[in-house]
């Protein structure tokens, strides 16, 4: 600051506060990276290189879409897209558009979400734009699980992880791949994936999405010294959660307690997930709380069997078994 103060250059703050905003959104300090990135684009004003104004806006949409502010979010990757097309920086746009998928999807909106995924998985591919690509697949990956195909998304978010060239978004990628092993049974497969996610992701989201998996991995094992020992470190970084990632705690606190049998307190914490995710407008999460609210008397049941008899089969599906030995081998 001082530099660009002494020269009357706006321009030499700017690589500086961009990498301020990029360390303040992997510490979840989401509303700090925003007003952060803002001042970037407000004091850099018309002296910005178009990169920078680029960089800048696209950084600003992802923000916005990770606070749930998905008219803003949605009205920044627009104005991404514009500029990318204006400057021909064919990377950009298709990020933008990707970008604007991911937030069509955590409206709910399925059907518009995967058309516009599946056109810019495409275009990625056909442009050999592998960080594209490989963007395109995580978040198609996302869309299948909301869909209820976690069999399906498992080869996408591998592939997503093959093609990232960068250490954080491998790491985002394997964390969602822990997630969709488990929905399939492989409990084993999901802990091995999340455990290397938390190795390395430290305090970022991704790390505490990892530390919420693994805390349901124990549930889904009957393992309850376990649950409390994750659900405890979890705890530790509650009041920097953003709100889907909140809603997503509390609702796996939720089940962890209904599995032990704890129904009371369980519906206690659903009930606090949905608000939540409706607070937030996070319709599908909202969608999927609430069916998981309605039906928790019925898990009763199965509750009072032990846990090796509910625990869910392995899937024997190829291309599932075919990751599996592949992040075995990646753990050794």
Same mark, same amino acid.
């Given at each position: 600051?001082?530099?660009?103060?002494? %020269?009357?250059?706006?321009?030499?703050?700017?690589?500086?506060?961009?990498?301020?905003?990029?360390?303040?959104?992997?510490?979840?300090?989401?509303?700090?990276?925003? &007003?952060?990135?803002?001042?970037?684009?407000?004091?850099?004003?018309?002296?910005?290189?178009?990169?920078?104004?680029?960089? =800048?806006?696209?950084?600003?949409?992802?923000?916005?879409? *990770?606070?749930?502010?998905?008219?803003?979010?949605?009205?920044?990757?627009?104005?991404? *897209?514009?500029?990318?097309?204006?400057?021909?920086?064919?990377?950009?746009?298709?990020?933008?558009?990707?970008?604007?998928?991911?937030?069509?999807?955590?409206?709910?909106?399925?059907?518009?979400?995967?058309?516009?995924?599946?056109?810019?998985?495409?275009?990625?591919?056909?442009?050999?734009?592998?960080?594209?690509?490989?963007?395109?697949?995580?978040?198609?990956?996302?869309?299948?699980?909301?869909?209820?195909?976690?069999?399906? %998304?498992?080869?996408?978010?591998?592939?997503?992880?093959?093609?990232?060239?960068?250490?954080?978004?491998?790491?985002?990628?394997?964390?969602?791949?822990?997630?969709?092993?488990?929905?399939?049974?492989?409990?084993?497969?999901?802990?091995?994936?999340?455990?290397?996610?938390?190795?390395?992701? =430290?305090?970022?989201?991704? =790390?505490?999405?990892?530390?919420?998996?693994?805390?349901?991995?124990?549930?889904?094992?009957? &393992?309850?010294?376990?649950?409390?020992?994750?659900?405890?470190?979890?705890?530790?970084?509650?009041?920097?959660?953003?709100?889907?990632?909140?809603?997503?705690?509390?609702?796996?606190?939720?089940?962890?307690?209904?599995?032990?049998?704890?129904?009371?307190?369980?519906?206690?914490?659903?009930?606090?997930?949905?608000?939540?995710?409706?607070? %937030?407008?996070?319709?599908?999460?909202?969608?999927?709380?609430?069916?998981? *609210? *309605?039906?928790?008397?019925?898990?009763?049941?199965?509750?009072? /069997?032990?846990?090796?008899?509910?625990?869910?089969?392995?899937?024997?599906?190829?291309?599932?078994?075919? /990751?599996?030995?592949?992040?075995?081998?990646?753990?050794?």
């Amino acid at each position: 600051t001082g530099d660009a103060f002494r %020269a009357r250059d706006p321009q030499l703050v700017v690589p500086a506060l961009l990498a301020y905003a990029h360390y303040l959104e992997e510490e979840l300090l989401l509303n700090e990276a925003g &007003d952060v990135l803002e001042t970037v684009l407000r004091v850099g004003g018309d002296a910005l290189r178009p990169s920078d104004r680029l960089s =800048g806006r696209l950084r600003v949409a992802r923000v916005l879409r *990770k606070l749930n502010q998905f008219d803003a979010a949605e009205e920044a990757y627009d104005q991404a *897209k514009h500029l990318a097309t204006m400057t021909g920086d064919r990377h950009s746009e298709l990020l933008s558009r990707i970008g604007r998928a991911n937030t069509v999807l955590n409206r709910g909106n399925l059907t518009d979400a995967e058309r516009l995924l599946e056109q810019a998985l495409l275009d990625s591919q056909m442009a050999g734009d592998r960080e594209a690509e490989a963007r395109a697949h995580q978040v198609m990956s996302v869309a299948l699980v909301t869909r209820g195909q976690p069999i399906e %998304a498992i080869p996408h978010v591998w592939r997503a992880f093959e093609l990232y060239e960068d250490d954080v978004s491998r790491y985002r990628a394997l964390g969602d791949l822990g997630g969709m092993l488990l929905m399939v049974g492989d409990v084993h497969g999901a802990e091995r994936a999340l455990l290397l996610v938390l190795q390395r992701a =430290g305090e970022q989201d991704v =790390g505490t999405n990892a530390l919420i998996e693994l805390m349901h991995c124990a549930a889904s094992r009957g &393992d309850r010294v376990g649950f409390e020992r994750w659900r405890e470190r979890c705890e530790v970084r509650r009041d920097r959660m953003p709100p889907n990632i909140l809603a997503d705690f509390m609702l796996k606190i939720g089940v962890g307690r209904a599995r032990f049998g704890q129904f009371e307190r369980a519906e206690i914490l659903l009930a606090t997930a949905l608000s939540i995710a409706e607070a %937030a407008h996070l319709h599908e999460a909202a969608f999927r709380i609430e069916r998981i *609210k *309605k039906g928790l008397r019925d898990c009763q049941q199965v509750c009072d /069997v032990t846990p090796e008899a509910v625990a869910e089969p392995p899937c024997t599906h190829d291309a599932v078994r075919e /990751v599996s030995a592949a992040l075995a081998h990646l753990g050794t």
